[in-house]
């Protein structure tokens, strides 16, 4: 991450969820089982599901509580950079686990 440590803002954070993008990408599905596949996309799925109801509460909390505090926004701050990282790779592998399941299917 040597490449990215002179960015600041925005571009840190593209470039951040493009190596972590391109990290998971590397991950070798083929010799997961059909089961396997199907288990790691529903997991996927869920797992991103469950990021974003996480922030729905964090929107109503916001609108119910306008003065956080420092630790609060410290909290905040990691759990939306966590977000914006896990959410695109995990719909990336949801996809990625169906189309080797499909893959899989053709292949019988």
């Known amino acids: 991450m040597e490449n990215i440590s002179h960015n600041t803002g925005l571009e840190t954070v593209t470039s951040t969820l ?3 993008r391109e990290l998971f990408n590397r991950i070798d599905l083929h010799d997961l089982t059909s089961s ?6 529903a997991l996927s799925a869920e797992q991103a599901e469950g990021l974003c109801n996480g922030l729905i509460l ?6 119910k509580n306008s003065r956080p505090n420092a630790l609060n926004w410290e909290h905040v ?13 995990l719909c990336n592998l949801h996809g990625r686990a169906l189309r ?5 299917e053709v292949m019988k």
Not at 36 to 41: E, K, P, R, T
Not at 77 to 89: E, K, M
Not at 100 to 104: A, L, V, Y
């Open 18 to 20: 493009t190596l972590y």
């Open 77 to 89: 701050n990691g759990y939306l950079n966590a977000t914006a990282h896990l959410l695109p790779v």
């Open 58 to 63: 964090f929107n109503e909390l916001l609108q």
């Open 36 to 41: 396997q596949l199907l288990d790691l996309a």
């Open 100 to 104: 080797e399941m499909e893959f899989h």
